[in-house]
C-alpha cells in the first residue's frame, strides 16, 4: 500500500499561485500513475491532472495552460503548480496514486481562490 500526504494548500487571491505536494511512503516501487483530483464545493469529484510512470502528462481541459503537474524522483513527491487561479478553482484537492497493488488517495487538502 502507498500512503500519500498533501501540503500546501491555502487561501489566495484570484490570479495568484500556489504549489501543493504530496508525499508518497510505503510501496513507492509500484506506483504506476500519479494523480490530482480535486472536489468542488456542492460538487462531484473531478480529474485535474495525470503523470505516467512513462512520463505521460495530460490535464483537463478547465486546468490547461495554467496547472503543471511534476515529480521528484528523489523526494517521492509530485507538485500540482497551480497558476492563474479562478475562484473556481476552489476545491478540496486530492493526490491519488495507482499501482500494481490498487489505487491510494490522499486525505485532501483546501485550496480556496477569492474574487
Known amino acids: 500500500q502507498v500512503q500519500l500526504v498533501e501540503s500546501g494548500g491555502g487561501l489566495v487571491q484570484a490570479g495568484g499561485s500556489l504549489r501543493l505536494a504530496c508525499v508518497a511512503s510505503?510501496?513507492?516501487?509500484?506506483?504506476?500513475?500519479l494523480a490530482w483530483y480535486r472536489q468542488p464545493p456542492g460538487k462531484q469529484r473531478e480529474w485535474v491532472a495525470t503523470?505516467?510512470?512513462?512520463?505521460?502528462?495530460n490535464y483537463a481541459d478547465s486546468v490547461k495552460g495554467r496547472f503543471a503537474i511534476s515529480r521528484d524522483n528523489v523526494k517521492n513527491t509530485w507538485y500540482l503548480q497551480m497558476g492563474s487561479l479562478k475562484p473556481e478553482d476552489t476545491a478540496v484537492y486530492y493526490c491519488?496514486?495507482?499501482?500494481?497493488?490498487?489505487?491510494?488517495w490522499g486525505r485532501g487538502i483546501q485550496v480556496t481562490v477569492s474574487s
Open positions: 510505503g510501496s513507492i516501487a509500484s506506483m504506476i500513475v
Open positions: 491519488v496514486c495507482t499501482s500494481s497493488i490498487g489505487q491510494s
Open positions: 503523470f505516467t510512470h512513462l512520463g505521460v502528462i
